[in-house]
């Protein structure tokens, strides 16, 4: 006899194990216009469950529901534009918490002294300045949460998160030549996100004829990894990747590296870019070695642990040799149960 269903036992929703991000940002127009094209899109693209007080009222005491997102959050991302005593609040939460934590601003100048350890994503609220911070984002995330992490495998960044019409590809193409940088870097921008082969000659003239600013050149090596990541390999490792003098150059080469597949040879290029002179670029080294497990780099790793002079760097060298052990112990169980 079939059972009924009141006699069936009910069956208990699975947990939903996907990371969770708290976003901590003041609730006026423009910033909800940034939470709801950018942040929220970006995050959820990287697997995130994006979560935000339902309290509006900014004026009042930290809720208990915020107190319970963040304690139960994996991740806290704070937009300090508004400089909002609050949004300061839930961070010194969020660091208490030992929570890992990302700051964007409109006005990182205005950041105080004692939060600037910890760099902050500048961006501008228009059409390029928002395609800034989602590509920011987009590489500071999948360096955090890369699904395939320490599998060797490469990782894939989406940046499909802002609206396009379909003349943009077509103005884009002729816009590379515009006299302005600032025309030039939007170009790159849709020039990659339509993954424009046809246009990988023009832009790798483009970043290597000498005349270019540091941030053409940045966002013109992205665009090639979005071409064709396995071509663009040779310009990454080159004169404009990893060897140019400028670091924030160098520090987006090394964030892009990290989604190839782990060999000894990237291994033993990022050992080398430990001794970079910028810190940026050393902390962007430490996040992709522990991205890929690097177990061969734990000696440069524990080095850098203790006698690095900035200590974001000192900590990402450890998360790193976190992320190296896990992996190992990880290695060791799979052993065991075979």
Not at 277 to 306: D, F, M, N, P
Request: hydrophobic share 40%.
């Amino acid at each position: 006899m079939p059972e009924s269903p009141q006699d069936a036992a009910p069956q208990a929703a699975e947990p939903d194990l996907k990371p969770v991000a708290y976003v901590s940002m003041d609730p006026t127009p423009d910033l909800e216009a940034v939470f709801l094209k950018i942040i929220k899109p970006v995050l959820e693209n990287h697997g995130l469950i994006c979560k935000r007080s339902e309290s509006r009222d900014w004026a009042s005491i930290i809720t208990p529901q915020a107190l319970e997102y963040i304690d139960e959050a994996d991740l806290v991302l704070c937009d300090l534009t508004r400089s909002s005593v609050r949004t300061y609040y839930e961070l010194g939460i969020a660091h208490a918490f030992r929570k890992n934590t990302i700051l964007v601003s409109q006005a990182t100048a205005e950041i105080p002294f004692d939060t600037r350890y910890q760099r902050a994503i500048a961006y501008k609220d228009d059409r390029f300045g928002l395609l800034e911070l989602r590509d920011s984002l987009s590489a500071v995330l999948d360096t955090m949460y890369s699904q395939e992490a320490g599998s060797g495998a490469a990782t894939q960044i989406s940046w499909e998160t802002v609206a396009r019409n379909d003349g943009e590809l077509e103005s884009a193409r002729i816009a590379l030549f515009h006299t302005t940088p600032e025309a030039r870097r939007y170009a790159l921008r849709i020039l990659g996100d339509y993954r424009d082969s046809a246009s990988y000659d023009k832009v790798r003239w483009l970043i290597t004829k000498g005349t270019e600013s540091p941030e053409v050149v940045r966002d013109g090596l992205t665009t090639l990894y979005k071409i064709n990541p396995e071509k663009a390999l040779d310009e990454l490792q080159g004169r404009y990747g990893l060897w140019h003098p400028d670091f924030s150059v160098r520090e987006r080469v090394v964030l892009l590296l990290g989604n190839y597949a782990r060999t000894p040879e990237l291994v033993n290029r990022l050992i080398d870019q430990m001794g970079d002179t910028s810190w940026g670029v050393r902390l962007a080294v430490c996040q992709t070695l522990g991205k890929w497990c690097a177990a061969e780099a734990a000696s440069i790793l524990r080095e850098r642990r203790s006698v690095d002079p900035e200590q974001v760097v000192r900590l990402a060298a450890e998360e790193a040799l976190r992320s190296i052990r896990r992996a190992e112990g990880q290695v060791s169980r799979d052993t065991v149960s075979q």
